[in-house]
């Protein structure tokens, strides 16, 4: 009678020690004090039942891939549609996730009936507060962390001027937007968020700026967002994107990596999903061992789902899962970096927030 129940037992264990065997990424990175997380979309949640399995139990949190960019959620002047976006945060809360609003302001995802204005600045002005006195207001308390404005600058530093607010604006608009956000919604986390700003470079470098100024004079700024698309053979010092983490830490600010992917050459090799473990597995150790990096995010987490072989043809396989939702070497990579102890963590200061 023991033995049948020993095997009933089995059983039950065998097909889900298979598919996962180790303890989750987000019970074990609870030590580390970090959000582990990944950009979802609401078609993927509602249609894919090993889709929302994986998320909710692999993270802690999730960033609105595309659900809360302005087209989507004024498509029409003074016209809301915030579907996608309920969708998400309503799955996000029931499984005891947090969720990052993405994006406010970008110079991308417009709709047309932006791009092709022709305001005069005050009327710019007051669609750009109303918009984002709607949005924030809308999900207070819900939306932990808003990224307020994306891309804004150039990678030689300067501010983007191909962007309909920096067209009607001017380069007032970074900062007003984030006074308007800080309106709507006084406890949400605000941040800055950009690519190709992880090393130290002269994007970082005017960011570094931009925040440090925002801070001397008030404007409510609390952390940068470094995105870290990564092409798998570019090689990123680790050096440097500590440097530009530590100086952003030392204004007193926050970082989350907030878009990791690594995309690599299709087809790809098991040789190449190795050393795209290798990446993933350095990006984390930065993470953990920065005091103010309090959220580790990729963009996406299923290869069956990624922004990345329709941007960067002929690349692909970019997330920790593959399109079977199989754990690939880079998920085992940071699953492993998440299970050393935090005392082993060579953190080069206390995390204060
Ligand atoms: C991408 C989405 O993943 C795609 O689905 C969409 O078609 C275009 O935008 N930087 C950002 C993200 O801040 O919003 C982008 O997301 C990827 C690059």
Known sequence: MKNY??????L???PAT?????????????????????????????????????????????????????????????????????????F???????VRGHTLV?????????ENNDWT????????????????SRYEGRIFVWDVVNEAFENDGSLRDDSAWYEAIGPEYVEMAFRWAHEADPDAVLFYNDFGAEEMNAKSKAI???????????????????QMHIPFDHHLSGRSIRRNIQQINDLGLQVHITELDVRIDTPVT???LQEQADVYEEMLKIALEAPNCTAFITWGFTDRYSWIPSFFEGTGAALLFDEDYNPKPAYQALNAVLQTPPAQINRWKERNQ
């Not at 129940?5 to 089995?10: M, Q, S, T």
């Not at 996000?92 to 947090?98: I, P, T």
């Not at 570094?208 to 470094?226: C, Q, T």
């Open 5 to 10: 129940y020993i095997l009933i037992a089995l």
């Open 12 to 14: 039950f264990t065998i």
């Open 18 to 90: 298979m598919a996962q065997d180790a303890e989750p990424l987000r019970e074990l990175a609870k030590k580390h004090e970090i959000e582990i997380g990944a950009a979802v979309g609401p078609q993927q949640i509602q249609n894919d039942a090993l889709y929302r399995e994986t998320l909710a139990r692999e993270f802690s949190m999730v960033t609105t891939e595309n659900a809360l960019k302005f087209r989507p959620t004024e498509p029409q002047q003074g016209r809301f549609t915030f579907d996608d976006a309920d969708t998400i945060i309503e």
């Open 92 to 98: 996000a809360e029931s499984n005891n996730m947090k």
């Open 106 to 114: 970008w110079h991308s995802y417009l709709p047309n009936w932006v």
């Open 121 to 136: 600045r005050e009327e710019a002005i007051e669609v750009l507060r109303n918009h984002i006195e709607t949005v924030v």
């Open 208 to 226: 570094y700026e931009m925040a440090k100024d925002f801070k001397e004079r008030g404007v409510p700024i609390d952390g940068i967002g470094l």
């Open 270 to 272: 098991d040789e190449e």
